[in-house]
Protein backbone atom coordinates (compact mmCIF):
# COMPACT_ATOMS: atom_id res chain seq x y z
CA UNK A 1 0.00 0.00 0.00
CA UNK A 2 2.80 2.57 1.08
CA UNK A 3 4.35 1.80 -2.42
CA UNK A 4 1.13 2.97 -4.05
CA UNK A 5 0.97 6.00 -2.50
CA UNK A 6 4.39 6.68 -3.82
CA UNK A 7 3.50 6.03 -7.31
CA UNK A 8 0.40 8.17 -6.89
CA UNK A 9 2.10 11.00 -5.62
CA UNK A 10 5.00 10.80 -7.86
CA UNK A 11 2.63 10.93 -10.66
CA UNK A 12 0.91 14.12 -9.47
CA UNK A 13 3.91 15.50 -9.05
CA UNK A 14 5.71 15.26 -12.43
CA UNK A 15 1.48 15.57 -14.40
CA UNK A 16 0.85 18.92 -12.20
CA UNK A 17 1.10 22.08 -13.72
CA UNK A 18 3.80 23.89 -11.91
CA UNK A 19 6.36 20.99 -12.46
CA UNK A 20 7.46 22.43 -16.19
CA UNK A 21 6.26 26.27 -15.34
CA UNK A 22 8.81 25.94 -12.11
CA UNK A 23 11.79 23.76 -13.23
CA UNK A 24 14.50 26.80 -12.84
CA UNK A 25 13.28 27.91 -9.39
CA UNK A 26 13.20 23.68 -8.56
CA UNK A 27 16.56 23.53 -9.68
CA UNK A 28 17.52 26.45 -7.95
CA UNK A 29 16.03 25.28 -4.69
CA UNK A 30 18.16 21.98 -5.17
CA UNK A 31 21.51 23.85 -5.38
CA UNK A 32 20.60 25.26 -2.07
CA UNK A 33 19.22 22.10 -0.23
CA UNK A 34 22.68 20.93 -1.98
CA UNK A 35 24.39 23.98 -0.40
CA UNK A 36 23.27 23.04 3.01
CA UNK A 37 24.09 19.66 3.24
CA UNK A 38 28.10 20.01 1.85
CA UNK A 39 27.93 23.05 4.77
CA UNK A 40 26.32 20.74 7.48
CA UNK A 41 28.40 17.62 6.65
CA UNK A 42 31.87 20.20 6.63
CA UNK A 43 30.91 21.50 10.07
CA UNK A 44 30.18 17.73 10.91
CA UNK A 45 33.58 16.61 10.10
CA UNK A 46 35.54 19.54 11.02
CA UNK A 47 33.55 21.04 13.85
CA UNK A 48 35.82 18.73 16.59
CA UNK A 49 38.83 19.49 15.02
CA UNK A 50 37.78 23.60 15.04
CA UNK A 51 36.28 23.63 18.39
CA UNK A 52 39.87 22.02 19.93
CA UNK A 53 41.37 24.81 18.20
CA UNK A 54 39.11 27.62 19.10
CA UNK A 55 39.11 26.43 22.94
CA UNK A 56 41.92 23.77 23.62
CA UNK A 57 41.09 23.24 27.12
CA UNK A 58 37.63 22.73 26.24
CA UNK A 59 36.07 19.10 25.21
CA UNK A 60 34.41 19.38 21.95
CA UNK A 61 31.33 17.21 23.12
CA UNK A 62 30.85 19.29 26.52
CA UNK A 63 30.96 22.15 24.18
CA UNK A 64 28.22 20.95 21.59
CA UNK A 65 26.07 19.43 24.31
CA UNK A 66 26.41 23.20 26.27
CA UNK A 67 24.27 24.80 23.20
CA UNK A 68 21.84 22.22 22.14
CA UNK A 69 18.89 23.28 24.45
CA UNK A 70 19.39 26.44 22.30
CA UNK A 71 19.51 24.31 19.42
CA UNK A 72 16.42 22.66 20.27
CA UNK A 73 14.17 26.13 20.93
CA UNK A 74 15.44 27.31 18.09
CA UNK A 75 14.92 24.06 15.45
CA UNK A 76 11.06 24.27 16.69
CA UNK A 77 10.72 27.91 16.02
CA UNK A 78 12.26 28.01 12.58
CA UNK A 79 10.23 24.98 12.00
CA UNK A 80 7.17 26.70 12.85
CA UNK A 81 7.85 29.02 10.93
CA UNK A 82 9.35 28.01 7.76
CA UNK A 83 8.21 23.51 7.84
CA UNK A 84 6.20 22.52 4.65
CA UNK A 85 4.08 19.96 6.73
CA UNK A 86 3.30 17.16 4.05
CA UNK A 87 0.09 16.85 2.32
CA UNK A 88 -1.76 14.02 0.62
CA UNK A 89 -4.51 14.36 -1.36
CA UNK A 90 -6.94 11.98 0.33
CA UNK A 91 -10.12 12.98 -0.84
CA UNK A 92 -10.51 10.40 -3.13
CA UNK A 93 -9.16 8.09 -0.94
CA UNK A 94 -11.82 8.11 1.29
CA UNK A 95 -14.18 6.58 -0.84
CA UNK A 96 -12.12 3.61 -1.39
CA UNK A 97 -12.21 0.65 1.12
CA UNK A 98 -8.15 2.29 2.52
CA UNK A 99 -8.26 1.79 6.03
CA UNK A 100 -7.81 6.07 7.32
CA UNK A 101 -4.99 4.53 9.65
CA UNK A 102 -3.03 3.68 6.89
CA UNK A 103 -3.26 7.10 5.16
CA UNK A 104 -2.49 8.67 8.61
CA UNK A 105 0.98 6.55 9.33
CA UNK A 106 1.62 7.08 5.46
CA UNK A 107 1.02 10.89 5.98
CA UNK A 108 3.31 10.83 9.68
CA UNK A 109 6.05 8.56 7.96
CA UNK A 110 6.58 10.86 4.88
CA UNK A 111 6.90 14.10 7.68
CA UNK A 112 10.06 12.08 9.03
CA UNK A 113 11.98 12.82 5.93
CA UNK A 114 11.41 16.23 5.71
CA UNK A 115 14.34 18.55 4.97
CA UNK A 116 14.38 20.08 8.58
CA UNK A 117 15.23 16.32 10.12
CA UNK A 118 17.60 15.17 7.45
CA UNK A 119 20.01 18.50 7.43
CA UNK A 120 20.65 18.44 11.13
CA UNK A 121 22.08 14.92 10.61
CA UNK A 122 24.51 15.70 8.11
CA UNK A 123 26.13 17.04 10.88
CA UNK A 124 25.40 14.75 13.64
CA UNK A 125 26.10 11.57 12.87
CA UNK A 126 29.91 12.93 11.02
CA UNK A 127 30.64 14.62 14.45
CA UNK A 128 29.60 11.38 16.13
CA UNK A 129 31.75 9.34 13.86
CA UNK A 130 34.83 11.84 14.50
CA UNK A 131 34.49 11.52 18.37
CA UNK A 132 34.48 7.71 18.38
CA UNK A 133 37.69 8.03 16.22
CA UNK A 134 39.09 10.30 18.48
CA UNK A 135 38.95 7.59 21.21
CA UNK A 136 35.33 8.35 22.99
CA UNK A 137 33.19 6.11 24.24
CA UNK A 138 31.47 4.37 21.54
CA UNK A 139 28.59 3.52 23.20
CA UNK A 140 28.04 6.88 24.76
CA UNK A 141 28.39 8.20 21.44
CA UNK A 142 25.94 6.02 20.01
CA UNK A 143 23.33 6.61 23.00
CA UNK A 144 24.07 10.53 22.45
CA UNK A 145 23.57 9.99 18.36
CA UNK A 146 20.11 8.37 19.27
CA UNK A 147 18.90 10.77 21.85
CA UNK A 148 19.56 13.36 18.94
CA UNK A 149 17.92 11.87 16.57
CA UNK A 150 14.46 11.15 18.64
CA UNK A 151 14.88 14.50 19.92
CA UNK A 152 14.51 15.43 15.81
CA UNK A 153 11.69 13.25 14.93
CA UNK A 154 10.02 14.24 18.15
CA UNK A 155 10.06 18.12 17.38
CA UNK A 156 9.00 17.69 13.56
CA UNK A 157 5.74 15.76 15.27
CA UNK A 158 5.58 18.68 17.85
CA UNK A 159 5.38 21.17 15.12
CA UNK A 160 1.75 19.28 13.79
CA UNK A 161 0.72 19.86 17.17
CA UNK A 162 1.57 23.47 17.80
CA UNK A 163 1.56 24.69 13.62
CA UNK A 164 -1.45 26.82 13.97
CA UNK A 165 -1.20 27.75 17.59
CA UNK A 166 0.27 31.64 17.99
CA UNK A 167 0.22 31.19 22.01
CA UNK A 168 2.49 28.15 21.38
CA UNK A 169 4.19 29.46 19.50
CA UNK A 170 5.01 32.66 21.73
CA UNK A 171 5.62 30.60 24.25
CA UNK A 172 8.37 28.95 22.99
CA UNK A 173 9.96 31.95 21.60
CA UNK A 174 9.69 33.70 24.94
CA UNK A 175 11.66 30.53 26.53
CA UNK A 176 14.50 30.72 23.99
CA UNK A 177 14.99 35.02 24.99
CA UNK A 178 14.68 34.18 28.30
CA UNK A 179 17.40 31.73 28.30
CA UNK A 180 19.23 33.80 26.30
CA UNK A 181 18.94 36.61 28.37
CA UNK A 182 19.46 34.59 31.35
CA UNK A 183 23.22 33.27 29.84
CA UNK A 184 24.03 36.59 28.99
CA UNK A 185 23.33 38.60 31.94
CA UNK A 186 24.67 35.75 34.45
CA UNK A 187 21.68 35.29 36.40
CA UNK A 188 21.58 31.47 35.56
CA UNK A 189 24.23 29.35 33.94
CA UNK A 190 21.81 27.74 31.40
CA UNK A 191 24.64 26.60 29.08
CA UNK A 192 26.06 24.45 32.02
CA UNK A 193 22.68 23.20 33.20
CA UNK A 194 22.35 22.07 29.31
CA UNK A 195 25.92 20.59 29.10
CA UNK A 196 25.22 18.47 31.89
CA UNK A 197 21.86 17.04 30.87
CA UNK A 198 23.02 16.07 27.76
CA UNK A 199 26.52 14.82 29.03
CA UNK A 200 24.73 12.62 31.30
CA UNK A 201 23.48 10.90 28.49
CA UNK A 202 26.82 10.38 27.44
CA UNK A 203 28.01 9.10 30.50
CA UNK A 204 24.72 6.92 31.04
CA UNK A 205 23.15 5.55 27.40
CA UNK A 206 20.52 4.02 28.47
CA UNK A 207 19.07 7.14 29.22
CA UNK A 208 18.74 7.67 25.90
CA UNK A 209 15.77 5.59 25.91
CA UNK A 210 13.56 9.01 27.34
CA UNK A 211 14.50 10.23 24.13
CA UNK A 212 12.07 7.02 22.21
CA UNK A 213 9.59 7.67 25.18
CA UNK A 214 9.03 11.63 23.97
CA UNK A 215 9.08 9.95 20.42
CA UNK A 216 6.71 7.27 20.60
CA UNK A 217 4.09 9.76 23.18
CA UNK A 218 4.44 12.51 20.41
CA UNK A 219 3.55 10.10 17.41
CA UNK A 220 0.86 8.94 18.80
CA UNK A 221 -0.89 12.35 19.92
CA UNK A 222 -0.17 13.35 16.41
CA UNK A 223 -1.68 10.22 14.97
CA UNK A 224 -4.94 10.66 16.92
CA UNK A 225 -5.44 14.28 15.86
CA UNK A 226 -4.91 13.74 12.46
CA UNK A 227 -7.41 10.47 12.79
CA UNK A 228 -10.09 12.57 14.00
CA UNK A 229 -9.44 14.77 11.04
CA UNK A 230 -9.82 12.01 8.17
CA UNK A 231 -13.46 11.78 7.64
CA UNK A 232 -15.50 11.93 4.47
CA UNK A 233 -18.07 14.62 5.86
CA UNK A 234 -15.51 16.52 6.95
CA UNK A 235 -13.79 16.69 3.70
CA UNK A 236 -16.49 17.64 1.88
CA UNK A 237 -18.00 20.52 4.30
CA UNK A 238 -17.43 23.88 3.68
CA UNK A 239 -15.63 25.36 7.20
CA UNK A 240 -17.34 28.56 8.66
CA UNK A 241 -14.74 30.34 10.43
CA UNK A 242 -16.35 33.19 12.28
CA UNK A 243 -14.33 36.19 11.33
CA UNK A 244 -12.64 38.29 13.93
CA UNK A 245 -12.13 42.09 13.64
CA UNK A 246 -9.15 43.60 15.64
CA UNK A 247 -9.54 47.14 16.12
CA UNK A 248 -7.44 49.30 13.93
CA UNK A 249 -8.96 52.44 14.34
CA UNK A 250 -5.60 54.38 15.14
CA UNK A 251 -4.83 54.02 11.31
CA UNK A 252 -7.67 55.90 10.17
CA UNK A 253 -5.17 59.10 11.29
CA UNK A 254 -2.92 58.20 7.94
CA UNK A 255 -5.95 59.60 5.47
CA UNK A 256 -6.73 58.26 2.26
CA UNK A 257 -4.02 55.50 2.83
CA UNK A 258 -5.79 54.10 6.30
CA UNK A 259 -8.68 51.80 4.11
CA UNK A 260 -5.47 49.92 2.31
CA UNK A 261 -3.57 49.82 5.38
CA UNK A 262 -5.87 48.40 7.22
CA UNK A 263 -6.22 45.71 4.88
CA UNK A 264 -3.35 44.70 4.98
CA UNK A 265 -2.51 44.18 8.42
CA UNK A 266 -5.63 41.79 8.45
CA UNK A 267 -4.41 40.16 5.15
CA UNK A 268 -1.03 39.73 6.97
CA UNK A 269 -2.35 38.43 10.10
CA UNK A 270 -5.07 36.22 8.91
CA UNK A 271 -3.07 34.04 6.26
CA UNK A 272 -0.23 31.83 6.91
CA UNK A 273 2.66 32.38 4.45
CA UNK A 274 2.14 36.54 5.05
CA UNK A 275 1.97 36.05 8.62
CA UNK A 276 5.47 33.45 8.40
CA UNK A 277 6.93 36.46 6.04
CA UNK A 278 5.86 38.65 9.86
CA UNK A 279 7.62 36.88 12.39
CA UNK A 280 10.40 36.04 10.25
CA UNK A 281 11.26 39.57 9.64
CA UNK A 282 11.83 39.62 13.67
CA UNK A 283 14.15 36.53 13.28
CA UNK A 284 16.07 39.01 11.18
CA UNK A 285 17.20 41.08 13.64
CA UNK A 286 19.09 38.31 15.25
CA UNK A 287 21.18 38.18 11.90
CA UNK A 288 23.43 40.24 12.61
CA UNK A 289 24.98 38.20 15.98
CA UNK A 290 26.01 35.62 12.73
CA UNK A 291 28.81 38.53 11.85
CA UNK A 292 29.33 40.75 14.30
CA UNK A 293 30.17 38.14 16.60
CA UNK A 294 32.98 36.43 14.55
CA UNK A 295 36.35 38.55 14.38
CA UNK A 296 36.63 36.56 10.87
CA UNK A 297 34.42 39.05 9.70
CA UNK A 298 35.71 42.43 11.80
CA UNK A 299 37.89 43.01 8.63
CA UNK A 300 35.60 42.57 6.36
CA UNK A 301 33.34 46.06 6.69
CA UNK A 302 31.24 45.37 3.13
CA UNK A 303 30.00 41.98 4.97
CA UNK A 304 28.80 43.44 8.07
CA UNK A 305 27.20 46.34 5.90
CA UNK A 306 25.69 43.15 4.33
CA UNK A 307 24.55 42.08 7.60
CA UNK A 308 23.06 45.84 8.68
CA UNK A 309 20.76 45.85 6.01
CA UNK A 310 19.37 42.38 7.14
CA UNK A 311 18.84 43.41 10.38
CA UNK A 312 16.51 46.28 9.98
CA UNK A 313 15.22 45.12 6.35
CA UNK A 314 13.85 41.73 7.04
CA UNK A 315 10.20 42.52 6.82
CA UNK A 316 10.73 45.00 3.93
CA UNK A 317 13.01 42.29 1.60
CA UNK A 318 10.78 39.40 2.27
CA UNK A 319 7.03 41.00 1.94
CA UNK A 320 8.15 44.20 -0.75
CA UNK A 321 9.27 41.64 -3.12
CA UNK A 322 5.93 40.07 -3.38
CA UNK A 323 3.85 43.11 -3.78
CA UNK A 324 1.45 42.99 -5.50
CA UNK A 325 0.80 39.57 -5.93
CA UNK A 326 -0.11 39.16 -2.05
CA UNK A 327 -3.22 40.95 -3.41
CA UNK A 328 -3.66 38.46 -6.36
CA UNK A 329 -6.46 36.25 -4.76
CA UNK A 330 -8.62 39.70 -5.15
CA UNK A 331 -6.58 42.06 -7.44
CA UNK A 332 -9.67 42.23 -10.16
CA UNK A 333 -11.70 43.11 -7.77
CA UNK A 334 -9.42 46.09 -6.55
CA UNK A 335 -8.80 47.18 -10.05
CA UNK A 336 -12.51 47.36 -10.05
CA UNK A 337 -12.92 49.88 -7.00
CA UNK A 338 -12.82 54.10 -8.30
CA UNK A 339 -9.57 54.75 -5.84
CA UNK A 340 -6.05 56.07 -7.07
CA UNK A 341 -3.43 53.77 -7.70
CA UNK A 342 -0.64 56.44 -6.29
CA UNK A 343 -2.97 55.13 -2.98
CA UNK A 344 -2.84 51.80 -2.94
CA UNK A 345 0.95 51.99 -4.01
CA UNK A 346 1.79 54.30 -0.45
CA UNK A 347 0.11 51.95 2.12
CA UNK A 348 2.49 49.42 1.08
CA UNK A 349 5.09 51.86 1.52
CA UNK A 350 4.10 52.89 4.54
CA UNK A 351 3.66 49.28 5.99
CA UNK A 352 7.54 48.55 4.57
CA UNK A 353 8.57 51.95 6.40
CA UNK A 354 6.75 51.31 9.68
CA UNK A 355 7.93 48.09 10.32
CA UNK A 356 11.86 48.92 9.15
CA UNK A 357 11.70 52.16 11.25
CA UNK A 358 10.07 49.16 14.38
CA UNK A 359 13.11 46.77 13.48
CA UNK A 360 15.35 49.19 13.87
CA UNK A 361 14.29 50.98 17.43
CA UNK A 362 14.39 47.01 18.72
CA UNK A 363 18.29 46.65 17.20
CA UNK A 364 19.46 49.44 20.24
CA UNK A 365 20.82 46.49 21.86
CA UNK A 366 23.55 45.91 18.87
CA UNK A 367 25.11 49.19 20.44
CA UNK A 368 26.67 46.77 22.90
CA UNK A 369 29.18 45.96 19.71
CA UNK A 370 29.93 49.59 19.51
CA UNK A 371 29.25 52.43 18.12
CA UNK A 372 30.11 51.93 14.54
CA UNK A 373 28.16 48.25 14.08
CA UNK A 374 25.49 50.79 15.31
CA UNK A 375 25.93 53.86 12.91
CA UNK A 376 25.77 50.62 10.44
CA UNK A 377 22.64 49.52 11.11
CA UNK A 378 21.12 52.72 11.63
CA UNK A 379 23.18 53.81 7.82
CA UNK A 380 20.76 50.25 6.37
CA UNK A 381 17.65 51.09 8.12
CA UNK A 382 17.84 54.53 6.25
CA UNK A 383 18.74 52.76 3.01
CA UNK A 384 15.99 50.51 3.47
CA UNK A 385 13.32 52.86 3.91
CA UNK A 386 14.69 55.64 1.61
CA UNK A 387 15.71 53.27 -1.50
CA UNK A 388 15.31 49.15 -1.15
CA UNK A 389 10.98 50.36 -0.45
CA UNK A 390 10.46 52.15 -3.35
CA UNK A 391 12.48 49.92 -5.53
CA UNK A 392 10.79 47.06 -4.01
CA UNK A 393 7.84 48.73 -5.31
CA UNK A 394 9.04 49.62 -8.91
CA UNK A 395 10.45 45.46 -9.12
CA UNK A 396 6.79 44.80 -7.67
CA UNK A 397 5.38 46.16 -11.38
CA UNK A 398 6.83 42.66 -12.93
CA UNK A 399 5.68 40.34 -10.37
CA UNK A 400 3.23 37.86 -12.82
CA UNK A 401 2.65 35.08 -10.58
CA UNK A 402 -0.07 34.20 -8.16
CA UNK A 403 0.19 33.62 -4.53
CA UNK A 404 -1.70 31.18 -2.40
CA UNK A 405 -2.08 32.96 1.09
CA UNK A 406 -2.78 29.51 3.06
CA UNK A 407 0.43 27.70 1.94
CA UNK A 408 3.24 27.75 3.94
CA UNK A 409 5.96 30.15 3.08
CA UNK A 410 9.29 27.82 3.70
CA UNK A 411 9.70 25.60 0.48
CA UNK A 412 6.67 27.33 -1.30
CA UNK A 413 7.90 28.87 -4.65
CA UNK A 414 4.34 29.72 -5.84
CA UNK A 415 4.61 33.65 -6.71
CA UNK A 416 8.58 33.13 -7.39
CA UNK A 417 10.16 34.27 -10.42
CA UNK A 418 13.13 35.98 -11.77
CA UNK A 419 12.29 38.84 -10.94
CA UNK A 420 12.96 38.07 -7.07
CA UNK A 421 16.48 37.13 -7.82
CA UNK A 422 17.58 39.85 -10.24
CA UNK A 423 16.38 42.29 -7.73
CA UNK A 424 18.66 41.05 -5.09
CA UNK A 425 21.60 42.63 -6.77
CA UNK A 426 20.70 46.21 -6.23
CA UNK A 427 18.93 45.68 -2.74
CA UNK A 428 22.18 44.22 -1.35
CA UNK A 429 25.40 44.58 -3.89
CA UNK A 430 24.78 48.59 -4.80
CA UNK A 431 25.06 49.36 -0.26
CA UNK A 432 27.87 46.99 0.27
CA UNK A 433 29.55 48.56 -3.27
CA UNK A 434 29.40 51.90 -1.57
CA UNK A 435 30.04 51.68 1.91
CA UNK A 436 33.47 49.50 0.91
CA UNK A 437 34.65 52.36 -2.16
CA UNK A 438 34.04 55.47 0.73
CA UNK A 439 35.27 53.52 3.54
CA UNK A 440 38.69 52.03 1.87
CA UNK A 441 39.54 55.33 -0.49
CA UNK A 442 38.10 57.63 1.59
CA UNK A 443 37.84 56.51 5.73
CA UNK A 444 36.19 57.46 8.89
CA UNK A 445 32.47 56.98 8.83
CA UNK A 446 32.06 57.91 4.82
CA UNK A 447 31.31 54.80 4.20
CA UNK A 448 27.90 55.05 6.73
CA UNK A 449 26.94 58.36 5.18
CA UNK A 450 27.28 57.71 2.02
CA UNK A 451 25.27 54.25 2.49
CA UNK A 452 22.84 56.58 4.12
CA UNK A 453 22.87 59.40 1.78
CA UNK A 454 21.29 57.23 -0.81
CA UNK A 455 18.03 56.56 1.50
CA UNK A 456 18.09 60.25 2.49
CA UNK A 457 17.86 61.04 -1.48
CA UNK A 458 15.41 58.40 -2.37
CA UNK A 459 12.83 59.76 0.28
CA UNK A 460 13.80 63.67 -1.06
CA UNK A 461 12.73 62.08 -4.30
CA UNK A 462 9.75 60.21 -3.13
CA UNK A 463 7.33 62.14 -4.92
CA UNK A 464 9.09 62.28 -8.02
CA UNK A 465 9.73 58.40 -8.04
CA UNK A 466 6.10 57.51 -6.31
CA UNK A 467 4.93 59.06 -10.21
CA UNK A 468 6.82 56.87 -12.12
CA UNK A 469 6.22 53.78 -10.39
CA UNK A 470 2.27 54.56 -10.34
CA UNK A 471 2.89 55.24 -14.29
CA UNK A 472 4.42 51.80 -14.03
CA UNK A 473 1.82 50.08 -12.64
CA UNK A 474 -1.32 51.49 -14.87
CA UNK A 475 0.67 50.55 -17.79
CA UNK A 476 0.79 47.08 -16.54
CA UNK A 477 -2.58 46.90 -14.65
CA UNK A 478 -4.44 44.72 -17.30
CA UNK A 479 -1.34 42.14 -17.64
CA UNK A 480 -1.16 41.99 -14.45
CA UNK A 481 -4.66 41.36 -14.16
CA UNK A 482 -4.34 38.55 -16.36
CA UNK A 483 -1.72 36.80 -14.86
CA UNK A 484 -3.34 36.97 -11.22
CA UNK A 485 -6.66 35.69 -12.77
CA UNK A 486 -4.81 32.31 -13.70
CA UNK A 487 -4.97 29.19 -11.32
CA UNK A 488 -1.34 29.07 -9.70
Known amino acids: MISHFLKLEWKQFFRSSHWQKGVAVKIL ?21 ILKKMFPESDPLELVNSYLVYAILADLIIRYLMQKLPVMNIKPLLILPIKKSKLVHYVLAKSSFSAFNIFGLFFYIPFAVVLINKGYNTTGVLGWLFLIITLIQSAN ?3 FLINKNTKAFTVISVILLSLIAAQTFNIYNVTAFGGQLFN ?9 IFGLLILVLLYNLTYKQLLNQVYLDQAVSQKVIEAKSADLSFVDKLGDVAPFIKNDMRLIWRNKRTKTVFLMS ?16 KNMPPMLMFASLFVTGGFALNYGQFIPAWDSAHFKMLMSQGFKYRKFLESKWILMVVMTTLLYLLSFPYLYFGIDIFLMITAGAIFNVGFNSLFLLYAGSFNRKRIDLNKSGFGNTQGTSATQFIIIIPLMLFPMLVFWIFNKFVGGVSGFIAVASIGVLGLVLKSYLMKFIEKKYIKDKYIMINAFGKEA
Not at 29 to 49: D, K, P, R
Not at 200 to 208: D, E, H, K, N
Open 157 to 159: FLN
Open 29 to 49: MAFFALYFIVAFLALGIGGYF
Open 200 to 208: AIYSAPTYA
Open 282 to 297: FLFLFYGLIFFTQETY
